[in-house]
């Protein structure tokens, strides 16, 4: 039996392709780990290929005729997922779904897929492939929130070769439930640790250099869980593996000396950070006040981390209710001001399944709804609801106004001298920092063109005709 997983890409986002002329966006793609994990737990009878069209187009009528396809999608490949499955189930090849965005929007994946896997799908994958085999495949498999020990290693071996990062996850689940994130909803509001042996076991199994930890949150907020991180960075030490490492974590990353040398040492070497709000009001708003506690000085905190050799970039939201007109000053400022090394600028997003979302349905400020096809703009750079002090042009202009005012060459150029007296110890640290500001001053632009170049909000853009021979019908 042959089995074809498909990553989809998204028919018009321009900061995951290598394919349209950016090469430096290597540096920011990852391997679909959760196709890889499901590879894992597939049968030695089955023939397997795992697809990820962010890395270019792929020939599907040219390749063998799958007995199953696997898609998986995030809300903003939702969009290129149905249409591949729609293809697929015209040639009498039967699809099974999984992933964020059909976990969340159920009734509308069933109109797609011959079966759809919600939540964690480790525990019903092999009923799934035992289903198909039988001839008996279920409409629905209710995955739940699977025990950690039983996530297996993922099959790194499937796709060898064609990134800068490999990929790894210790953690499932987030705590802090901020209304705009969809990981509680999909993976609880506690931490899960997977078992530290497990984990080093496959990051020995990395044949990436880099590796992206994959965790919303690496370090998580309690005692408990700085010191399961203590004890993986401990065992990555002592099992001698040396490879450099960029993960996500919360600002209370600053606060524990003792944590940051472990990670340094045992290779980490840039943090992500979501500010989201330089006000009061913005992260009461989104319910972040945990950034705000204990009367943080952020700046602080930053070249707290930047000492220990850790690039930090920072993550922001713009389009908050409590945001308005100038927004785009406050938060360059405000990124300035806490001295990070690259920021990330995103559009306020209600994604299916977040509190936003719910709250947004509620006050009918969903705006891009000509479902399936307005998916795609739901990318986090994109306008797609009613913004209370925006138009979807003057928010796209405010997003220009801090492109303009983060990313100018000065500015990049004068970071770049900080990052060298904080990575001196690690050119290829430094190098990663400098290809971070390239490439997120370049991808705004190619967002600002999305902009321009979309229909009346909510009407979305015609699909043209579907093709199994590329990556999209762009």
Known sequence: MRLLLI???????????????????????????????????????????VVDENNGPYDYEAAPRPDLVGITAFTSQATRAYRLADAFRARGIPVVMGGIHVSMCLQEALEYADAVVTGEAEEQWPQVLSDVQAGR??????????????IPAAR?????????????????????????????????????????????????????????????????TRRDHLAYSKELLRAILRAGI??????????????????????????ARGVYIGFESPTVEGLTEIHKKFNIQKGRDMRASVRRIQRHGILVVGSFIMGLDSDRPGVAEVMARAARQ?????????????????????????????????????????????????????????????????????????????????????????????????VSNLTYRKNHFHDRRIHEGRAAPGSGIAPGAVALAGTAAR
């Open 242 to 267: 040396k490879k450099r490492w960029v993960c996500q974590a919360t600002i209370n990353f600053a606060d524990d000396d003792e944590l940051l040398d472990l990670a340094y040492r045992a290779g």
């Open 338 to 434: 806490y001295g990070v090394d690259a920021a990330n600028l995103l559009i306020l997003t209600p994604l299916p399944g977040t509190e936003l979302y719910k709250k947004m349905e509620r006050e009918h400020r969903l705006q891009a709804t000509n479902h399936p096809e307005d998916w795609q703009y739901y990318t986090l750079s994109q306008p797609v609801a009613v913004y209370q002090h925006f138009t979807w042009d003057e928010l796209v202009r405010e997003t220009g106004r801090f492109n303009d005012l983060f990313y100018p060459f000065h500015r990049i150029a004068a970071r770049t001298l900080h990052m060298l007296r904080g990575s001196w110890r690690d050119p290829a640290a430094l190098l990663a920092g400098i």
């Open 156 to 220: 790194h071996d499937l796709l060898a070769g064609q990134y800068q990062f490999g990929s790894i996850q210790t953690t499932r689940g987030c705590p802090l439930r901020c209304t705009f994130c969809s990981v509680t909803a999909f993976n609880g509001g506690k931490f899960r640790h997977r078992p530290v042996e497990a984990v080093v076991e496959e990051l020995r199994q990395i044949q990436e250099s880099w590796v992206l930890f994959v965790d919303d949150n690496l370090i998580g």
């Open 137 to 150: 495949l279920q409409r629905v498999y209710e995955g739940g929130l699977v025990p950690t020990e039983v």
């Open 7 to 49: 990553n989809p890409d998204n028919p018009v986002v321009g900061s995951t392709k290598l394919a349209r002329g950016n090469r430096l966006n290597r540096f920011r793609i990852w391997k679909p780990l959760g196709l890889l994990t499901l590879a894992s737990l597939t049968p030695r009878e089955w023939e397997i290929e």
